[in-house]
């Protein structure tokens, strides 16, 4: 009580008491309010991306230029060797000659089909590459194919028609022989009726009346055989005239069959034709990225590239700087993809290095190993900013060792943080 009693009497004391207890109180109202970022605390090395491109040939070749030389700077798209593959070439070629000859008889067939009397051919896609006189060639024979048939169809044609016309001629002779015979028959019954009356009256004998008789059943007779003989006449007439039309339709659906063939072989030959093309586009080979030639395999034109062989690498111009970061398993939970990174570059004076945001672009699915085997870490690339480095006048170099913290987004005060220990400690001692 006198210590109390002092500093109550005491003006100085009290002064300093009282601000003692306002300067704790300040202390703890901002431990618990102020926030403070949480995170995880790693190191690692600085690793540079550059991702070499290596150029190379699926089918191989000839080499018939080089455009570029070790060294050089190349954008995408550009050029940088071309080659000559006389078997793509070749190959491209024939598919081509098989498409228009295809398409040709396409035409061929479908004027056939329509009763056209010459030969008309739709033109080209232009994407089709022919030599001028390959395709005169390849029309000029479906012309002479065309006209061949055309003038065999129309020769059997002609020939059954021949036929048919001949038997309605026959038929027509025989009509005016049946109309002879018809008035023949009416003359001899005429005859037989006026004798037979004289026979009743005998004034004749029976003789002539039995020659009568015998002559009218010989002409009917005769008239009934030219009857047979022109519906035998007709009957073939009508049978050639439907071997016309079968002709005409056995021709049609010979042609039709044709046709159906050569749209199949059409649209066959133009997917060939794709790929063949693309086989000969890609004897010109192209930068796949901008960057420099390194490397460069080949100088000699005349070289012989097997397939596969690498031709050339392109190193690019514009690098990333990454940040390989060792997390330990036990902070794995609060790092992932996407999160900002503050770094550090150890490897620079303090006093220089500036720090450096980045965002975690990777983390590895599984522990990894120390070199030493000592401990397991979980690996974390980072993409780093190197245009601060550059607005320092800086540069990182492989290996250097880097600093970061990794910013979870959550916060806590500091008197969590100096409570926790406390609070661990009871739970601990609760639980024993």
């Known amino acids: ?44 090395t600085v690793e540079v991306e550059n991702d070499r491109k290596l150029v190379q040939h699926l089918e191989g070749g000839i080499i018939n230029q080089i455009l570029v030389r070790e060294g050089d700077v190349v954008e995408a798209g550009d050029a940088l060797v071309v080659l000559t593959d ?68 129309s020769a059997d044609v002609r020939v059954l028609q021949s036929r048919a016309d ?57 008239l009934f055989r030219l009857q047979a003989e022109q519906e035998q006449n007709l009957i073939q007439a009508r049978e050639v005239r439907i071997q016309i039309i079968q002709t005409r339709e056995q021709f049609a659906e010979a042609a039709t069959e044709d046709l159906l063939e050569a749209r199949a072989r059409a649209a066959e030959a133009s997917e060939s034709l794709r790929a063949a093309q693309d086989v000969v586009n890609r004897t010109t080979l192209y930068a796949p990225l901008s960057g420099e030639i390194l490397n460069l395999a080949y100088k000699t034109l005349g070289g012989v590239v097997s397939p596969g062989d690498p031709i050339v690498e392109i190193v690019p111009l514009e690098t990333q700087l990454i940040a390989s970061l060792e997390i330990p398993p036990t902070e794995r939970e609060g790092v992932y993809v996407g999160l900002d990174v503050k770094t550090r570059l150890t490897g620079l004076d303090s006093w220089i290095s500036p720090t450096l945001e980045g965002k975690i672009m990777d983390v590895s699915p599984d522990l ?22 550059s607005d320092h006048g800086l540069t990182a170099s492989p290996g250097m060792p880097v600093e970061a913290f990794v910013v979870s987004g959550k916060n806590r005060t500091l008197l969590n943080y100096l409570v926790e220990p406390i609070t661990a400690t009871f739970r601990r001692g609760a639980k024993e």
Do not use: H
């Open 86 to 153: 006389i078997a793509a070439s070749a190959g491209r070629d024939q598919v081509t000659q098989d498409l228009v000859n295809n398409l040709a008889s396409i035409d061929r067939l479908t004027a056939l089909l329509d009763g056209a009397d010459a030969l008309g051919f739709e033109p080209l896609d232009p994407s089709i590459e022919i030599a001028p006189e390959t395709l005169s060639d390849i029309l000029a024979r479906q012309r002479d194919l065309f006209a061949q048939q055309n003038r065999r169809l």
């Open 368 to 389: 990894k190993t120390s070199p030493n085997g000592d401990y397991s870490f979980y690996e974390a690339r980072v993409v780093l900013d190197t245009k601060t480095l």
């Open 166 to 222: 001949g038997l309605a001629e026959s038929a027509r002779n025989k009509q005016a022989q049946i109309d002879g015979q018809v008035r023949s028959i009416d003359i001899v019954k005429t005859d037989l009726e006026r004798k037979r009356g004289l026979l009743e009256e005998n004034l004749i004998s029976g003789d002539a009346v039995v020659q009568l008789e015998r002559d009218l059943s010989a002409a009917e007779s005769e």
């Open 1 to 44: 009580m006198s210590a109390w009693r002092l500093i109550f009497t005491d003006g100085r004391l009290l002064t300093s008491f009282f601000v003692c207890v306002l300067s704790l109180g300040g202390f703890l109202v901002w431990a618990s309010l102020a926030p403070l970022a949480e995170g995880t605390i790693a190191f690692g």
